[in-house]
T-cell receptor, first 120, second 113 residues
Framework: DVKVTQSSRYLVKRTGEKVFLECVQD?????MFWYRQDPGLGLRLIYF???????EKGDIPEGYSVSREKKERFSLILESASTNQTSMYLC???????????????????FGPGTRLTVT | GESVGLHLPTLSVQEGDNSIINCAYS??????FIWYKQESGKGPQFIID?????DKRQGQRVTVLLNKTVKHLSLQIAATQPGDSAVYFC????????????FGQGTILTVHP
């Protein structure tokens, strides 16, 4: 079974702190994603990566950055946490589709359990 | 912009009944649709998917129907069980949304014993 793990289930940080959220997947997936989930807004894509050292902005990248130094690990960084970044953060991974040209996301994404971040 | 939405935010059913959860999408170029189930305290879990060249796909107790004419997706759960209680999301991929899943708001399904 695919396993996607996230470093913390619950995290409380102060405004202005630098926050690192770590995600690791064990299935050698090429693609990794970071989402945030908020009531009434559903899941929104922050950043994704389709290869080591590659990253693409999602729908709401402002205030976030990411790092993918190894294939299995994708980190989300809040440079200076703010209260409006209080949310549930979900990491996901997927293989690349087998169609030609490769279509990144025409395959299932596997999600981690989430990190509930509170910024006070 | 492109969006995927749900008609009903909550659905309550009795154990043993069939459940139908609906989803509307606006991107006519969507290629692929997924239903996810999210239980409390967990990340979304894949239930079933369907590609745009199909109009129906069946899994174990679940069926997804796709009506591209009206851009509508539904998830049918047969003989709903208390363990089916969760939030259900539809998601779509395709067209210009390279690499991106667009999620609906979610429907809360509550199954009463």
């Amino acid at each position: 079974d695919v396993k996607v793990t996230q470093s913390s289930r619950y995290l409380v940080k102060r405004t202005g702190e630098k926050v690192f959220l770590e995600c690791v997947q064990d299935m050698d997936h090429e693609n990794m994603f970071w989402y945030r989930q908020d009531p009434g807004l559903g899941l929104r894509l922050i950043y994704f990566s389709y290869d080591v050292k590659m990253k693409e902005k999602g729908d709401i990248p402002e205030g976030y950055s990411v790092s993918r130094e190894k294939k299995e690990r994708f980190s989300l960084i809040l440079e200076s946490a703010s209260t409006n970044q209080t949310s549930m953060y979900l990491c996901a991974s997927s293989q690349t589709g087998s169609l030609s040209p490769p279509t990144l996301a025409l395959v299932e994404q596997y999600f981690g359990p989430g990190t509930r971040l509170t910024v006070t | 912009g492109e969006s995927v939405g749900l008609h009903l935010p909550t659905l309550s059913v009795q154990e043993g009944d069939n459940s139908i959860i609906n989803c509307a999408y606006s991107n006519s170029a969507s290629d692929y649709f997924i239903w996810y189930k999210q239980e409390s305290g967990k990340g979304p879990q894949f239930i079933i998917d369907i590609r745009s060249n199909m109009d129906k796909r069946q899994g174990q107790r679940v069926t997804v129907l796709l009506n591209k004419t009206v851009k509508h997706l539904s998830l049918q759960i047969a003989a709903t069980q208390p363990g089916d209680s969760a939030v259900y999301f539809c998601a779509e991929i395709g067209g210009t949304s390279y690499g991106k899943l667009t999620f609906g708001q979610g429907t809360i399904l509550t199954v009463h014993p």
